[in-house]
């Protein structure tokens, strides 16, 4: 316990106080009445089957002590592409718990670079007021406004042939390189989240797309042009939604304005035809405007925004 502030954060605690940390992400910090407990009795069962879903980790919490109640948490969720994302409590109870709540980013940054994350990162919906300002406080930054984007309507893009000297592959092992050439490729003069650009080896975040959902090899294009690879369209097909998500699409700078980006999408309404997907999604930096003037012009539109603070971890990899 710090005497100026009052509070102290535990690292990887016991399972009973874990336990607590996951009510007070739930249901905000202990306090005294029936709300609470309705409110964590209602919620709490569906949590812990994500929990069991996804194989998180209660233990990958940092929990807030203050006369000892627990004042705020923060559950760090590792991915295997070396990116952790960090839940809080509900906003609506963080008044007067910013400097707990920011003590608690602060921590799991910490947790999440010694268990060999590159960055860590906390999304949250831009009319929410407190969320900011805590998360400056606990050293992020912020990485974009995403704006989620989905196409449910009828294609009317016309068929784009695929110019004769560039070829189509998909993922194997031995297309592997040409994915990560690709990918690298379509970094360079990034409007994409490019604070992100060189924090994860190439290796790393084709892992993080793998992990995205179900990892079909089937829905991962790479074109190929005079032996290297120069644009990627991943997708992720989502079985309990039934939709189709472009995970990724990048072109390489050289070859960008030659309607390849448009050829990737008449690949995906392809792919939307033979998953019988009844929808296709993603996210886009609001600031990428070539990105966001090609899914607009192909019939995506917006559904929701949502704010990426995010904090890099270590040093630069590439
Ligand atoms: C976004 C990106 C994929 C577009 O690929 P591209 O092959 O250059 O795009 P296309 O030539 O197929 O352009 C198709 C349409 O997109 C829009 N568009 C493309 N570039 C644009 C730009 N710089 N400004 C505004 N609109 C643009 C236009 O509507 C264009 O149609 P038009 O040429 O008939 O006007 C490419 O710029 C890129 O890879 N950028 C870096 C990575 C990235 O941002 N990926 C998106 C991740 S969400």
């Known amino acids: ?147 989620f984007m989905e196409h449910t309507a009828r294609w009317t893009l016309p068929e784009i042939q695929l110019p004769d000297d560039y070829d189509l592959e998909t993922y194997r092992p031995d297309t592997h390189e040409l994915f990560k050439q690709a990918i690298g490729a379509s970094y360079e003069q990034t409007l994409d989240c490019p604070a992100m650009s060189g924090l994860r080896s190439l290796d790393e975040v084709i892992v993080g797309h793998q992990h995205a959902g179900t990892f079909d090899p089937a829905l991962w294009f790479v074109l190929v042009h005079q032996d290297r690879g120069v644009g990627v369209l991943i997708l992720t097909y989502h079985a309990s939604m039934n939709s189709l998500d472009v995970t990724y699409l990048g072109i390489g700078h050289a070859h960008r304005g030659r309607h390849l980006g448009l050829f990737f999408m008449t690949q995906t309404r392809k792919i939307m035809r033979w998953t019988g997907a009844r929808a296709s999604t993603l996210a886009v930096d609001e600031r990428n405007t070539p990105a966001v003037g090609l899914y607009r012009k192909v019939g995506y539109r917006p559904t929701q925004r949502r704010e990426v603070y995010f904090l890099p971890l270590g040093v630069k990899s590439r």
Not at 26 to 47: K, Y
Not at 80 to 94: D, F, M, Q, V
Request: net charge neutral; charged share 20%.
């Open 1 to 147: 316990m710090t005497p100026e502030t009052g509070f102290v954060c535990i690292t990887h605690p016991s399972p009973e106080l874990a336990d607590r940390g996951i009510d007070c992400i739930l249901a905000g910090p202990e306090r005294g009445g029936m709300a609470r407990r309705l409110e964590i009795r209602a919620r709490r069962s569906g949590f812990d089957a994500l929990c069991r879903q996804y194989n998180i980790s209660a233990t990958n919490q940092v929990v807030c002590l203050q006369n000892d109640q627990v004042a705020a948490a923060g559950l760090w969720v590792p991915n295997p592409g070396k990116s952790a994302i960090c839940y809080l409590p509900p906003s609506r109870y963080l008044q007067g718990r910013e400097a707990q709540t920011a003590a608690c980013l602060k921590a799991a940054a910490g947790e999440a670079a010694a268990a060999g994350m590159k960055m860590i990162q906390g999304i949250f919906d831009p009319e929410e007021k407190i969320l900011p300002g805590i998360y400056q406080s606990a050293g992020y930054q912020l990485l974009a406004v995403l704006q």
